[in-house]
């Protein structure tokens, strides 16, 4: 069985930083496409970020340039390095997983086989 534990949220000013960390186990990490969803408050979830086990990378237009996925597959291991941090950030955070080697933007209805439980990430003004 697949666990994805996110860690790294938390209460952070505008124009901050934070990084956020996922943990995978029960599953060969360098198999699998990682991202990084949203979901703020009274909204639906919302892809943040993609990284293949190559490194290729998908970014949603409102983070680009804001945001860094990474990954280091010895580890298990995906990061999101959040800066100039915005209160429209504000949401739970989810890792995800979807076996193979496609983006986002190779599939139109790419979805993730796998989630974790989340970690809060609140921007104040």
């Known amino acids: 069985q697949v666990q994805l534990v996110e860690s790294g949220g938390g209460l952070v000013q505008a124009g901050g930083s934070l990084r956020l960390s996922c943990s995978a186990s029960?599953?060969?990490?360098?198999?699998?496409?990682m991202a990084w969803y949203r979901q703020p408050p009274g909204s639906q979830r919302e892809l943040v970020a993609a990284?293949?086990?190559?490194?290729?990378?998908d970014y949603a237009d409102s983070v680009k340039g804001r945001f860094t996925i990474s990954r280091v597959n010895a580890k298990n291991t995906v990061y999101l390095q959040m800066n100039s941090l915005k209160p429209e950030d504000t949401a739970v955070y989810y890792c995800?997983?979807?076996?193979?080697?496609?983006?986002?933007?190779?599939?139109?209805?790419?979805?993730?086989?796998?989630w974790g439980q989340g970690t809060q990430v609140t921007v104040s003004s």
């Open positions: 995800a997983a979807r076996p193979g080697g496609l983006l986002p933007r190779h599939l139109r209805l790419w979805a993730p086989r796998d």
């Open positions: 990284i293949t086990s190559g490194g290729s990378t």
């Open positions: 029960g599953t060969i990490f360098s198999s699998n496409t």
